[in-house]
């Protein structure tokens, strides 16, 4: 049954740091603007976190791994990015050509400009000042594949610069950010005993707020979905690093602790 119009997303952009991506449809990573670089994934207890820090600016970087379009349901701590409704999969998204790639800046606010994504506190997320708070902290990304593959139309595609161009010029491996089991006492090469830290207190959740607007043009278009079910699901939690540091998403550094007779005579120095 054909659907309603869906915003198409026509920016093309170079995506380092893909290994730190998320998906098999599509890859999904989260780009701390301020700072340029890609949030690390860390993985606990069966789900993804990223580390984001209060003040910063974010987007949600997409790039379709298929050879024909995908379409794209953004959900923000439980809001749809592109209508702003309470998010359901049913609703409209971005849709992305073949092997295209686009950076999603901010909240959609009509087809030439977002209000910026940025990490703050729960009260001050746009989810709270809108009364649906209790969603802040997730970000989801449902993905449909389509239900005819009809080739695109040159003009549909053609490309176009995205207004940010700050990227993260860093590859890293894809298992890397995956937080390892916490060790409460361990020794080192020298055998001097290493006992990690106490972990920090919790602090105010972080949700997403309503920023400044940008330029961040894009065009209408039709999709129809193959099935009513997502095809794939991303699902990515965020807090502060501090936060997920006393939850134990993220292993704390280690404190060591030097020996006092490590051995039994003199070596020579070398």
Known sequence: MPLKFFV???SLIAMAGEAQ???RIADVALYDRTENRTLPVYFHDGRYYVAGKPGNDYQITLRNRQPAEIMTV???DGINAVTGETAHWSQGGYVLGAAAAYAIGGWRKNLHS???FYFTELDASYAARSARPENVGVIGVAIFRPKTRPAASPEALRPEMNTDKRRDS????????????TENLAEDSAGRQTQASPP?????????GHGTREHA???QT???RAAAVPDEVITIYYDSYQNLLARGVIRPPAMAHPAAFPGRFVPDPS
């Open 21 to 23: 991506a998320l998906g």
């Open 217 to 219: 043009p894009v065009l």
């Open 8 to 10: 198409l997303a026509i």
């Open 170 to 181: 860093t590859p890293t491996d894809r298992a890397a950010g995956r937080s390892a089991p």
């Open 200 to 208: 920090p207190q919790l602090n105010k959740s972080l949700g997403t």
């Open 114 to 116: 977002v209000a910026r």
């Open 74 to 76: 953004i959900s923000v």
């Open 222 to 224: 039709s999709f129809e």
